[in-house]
Each structure stands twice: as C-alpha cells, then as structure tokens.
C-alpha cells in the first residue's frame, strides 16, 4: 500500500484529527467514554518517593572520618580544597 493512500485512510477516519506539531496523530477525547476519566483518584493518592533524611546517616556516608579513610575520599577532600570550597565535608 503506497503512504498516500495509508494517509489518506487515516485522515478519513472520524476518531483521528489532524497531526501535531510533532506529526502524530491523536484521537479525538470526544471518542474516549469520560466515565472512565477520574482526576480525583489520581490527586487524592499521596506517595512518599523517599525516606525522612537521617542525620546519622549522611555524617556517616558523607564525613570527614569517612572521607579521610578512603583514598578516593582524600581525593575528594582535595578537590574541594583546591576548588576552594568552604565546607569541606559533613
């Protein structure tokens, strides 16, 4: 089948409208029953995406003890030092 007439096919259909700014076609909401739309259930549900941060956690991951054991870690303090960051740890 040529595209022109694949296009011509498409746009001849009643549920598609015209393509995008993009190109895509889209269907029409007017097709889709609005009974099954519901915005509320989707506002109402609450997600917690992380945990509350703990302070304990962080010094012992990201501290000065921490960094100064590693050589990796001692590279780190370095940069800072040479980029000449204030803190230079946790």
Same mark, same amino acid.
């Given at each position: ?39 509320? @259930?989707? %506002? #109402? ?6 945990? =509350? ?5 962080? !010094?012992?991951? /990201? ?5 100064? @054991?590693? %050589? #990796? ?6 940069? =800072? ?5 204030? !803190?230079?740890? /946790?």
């Amino acid at each position: 089948m040529a595209l022109p007439n694949l296009l011509s096919g498409l746009l001849s259909r009643a549920s598609w409208v015209a393509p995008s700014v993009f190109g895509h076609f889209r269907p029409l909401l007017s097709s889709v029953p609005s009974a099954n739309i519901s915005t509320t @259930s989707v %506002l #109402a549900n609450i997600r917690c995406h992380f945990p =509350r941060p703990s302070e304990i956690k962080r !010094v012992r991951r /990201h501290g000065w003890k921490k960094r100064m @054991s590693t %050589l #990796a870690g001692r590279k780190i303090i370095m940069n =800072r030092i040479l980029k000449g960051r204030f !803190v230079l740890s /946790h």
